[in-house]
């Protein structure tokens, strides 16, 4: 035997032991182990208070679990959940934290990047969200709706008084044509005065095709069509009564006019019939006295 080839043998023995004898490198039973995955997280730049801060970040391999933000000084920002977007509220250190919701070696590393948030120069701009009013017939009341981006509460009021008014957020239309409201915000000690938004609508007349008149006028309709129904049902109850009774025959009847107040006279007819009173009233100016006879 070549006492080379043995000394050889013998080397590698003693560097790499039985598993460098066979010629591989790794002689496990299993698979490798997998290589955790890791999470690369740009530095984010220096705002001013109110600045929104868009975040970067990525984990190699993708494919596995979900990335994450959160805010570790929440008095000075805020990350709304599953929202890439920093919310700076005031002055100070914004620290966000990148991370997988999960343990190694399936989810990496949590990673984290600190800015500063600087006080801003002047007070914060702020916007007015503020919609289109539907048309309306006059005497329906309209509700408003509006937004300030500061949060802060928008107040309304009438361009047009004599078509309409505004009480907090419901106008009251008082006359046909348009109305026109405009929404304001004065802002605060930390936001800007909002400019002014105005919206228009039309005020349609009662009466108008299409538009429905207000409820208290429909139930005056309704009271006066049930008087009408119940004086033509009386008319025609009338109608159907029976005639007075004819005059009983050979009565008659002689009037002498005299000063004074209407009298009451009887006049008995011969025969069986009941006693008639009738009342005289003597017209004045004329020399005609009307008979009436007053029946129970």
């Known amino acids: 035997m070549d006492l080379r080839f043995v000394g050889i043998l013998l080397a590698a ?96 590393t949590a990673v984290t990047r600190s800015f500063q948030v600087q006080a801003a120069a002047g007070p914060i701009p702020q916007t007015i969200t503020f919609g289109p009013p539907p048309n309306a017939t006059v005497g329906t009341p309209v509700t408003l709706s509006a937004h300030a981006s500061s949060g802060l509460a928008v107040q309304f009021s009438s361009d047009t008084p004599s078509a309409c008014t505004v009480t907090k957020s419901t106008v009251t239309t008082r006359a046909a044509g348009t109305c026109t409201i405009t929404a304001a915000q004065s802002g605060s000690a930390r936001y800007a005065a909002a400019p002014a938004v105005t919206r228009s609508f039309r005020e349609s007349p009662i009466g108008t095709k299409g538009a429905r008149p207000p409820a208290g006028l429909l139930a005056a309709a309704a009271i006066i069509l049930a008087v009408g129904a119940v004086a033509l049902t009386l008319a025609r109850h009338r109608r159907r009564l029976p005639p007075h009774p004819p005059t009983a025959p050979g009565l008659s009847v002689r009037a002498v006019p005299q000063a004074g107040p209407p009298r009451l006279v009887s006049v008995r007819t011969t025969g069986t019939d009941a006693t008639t009173t009738v009342r005289i009233e003597p017209s004045s100016g004329t020399s005609t006295t009307t008979i009436e006879e007053a029946r129970p």
């Open 13 to 108: 023995a003693a560097a790499g032991g039985p598993a460098a004898l066979a010629g591989g490198a790794h002689q496990g039973t299993g698979p490798p182990p997998p290589v955790p995955p890791t999470i690369m997280f740009d530095q984010p730049s220096s705002v001013t208070v109110g600045t929104p801060v868009s975040l970067s970040a990525s984990v190699s391999p993708a494919g596995g679990l979900p990335l994450l933000f959160q805010s570790a000084t929440r008095s000075v920002c805020t990350v709304p959940v599953n929202q890439p977007t920093v919310t700076t509220l005031t002055a100070g250190t914004c620290t966000i934290t990148a991370f997988q919701d999960g343990k190694p070696p399936q989810a990496a």
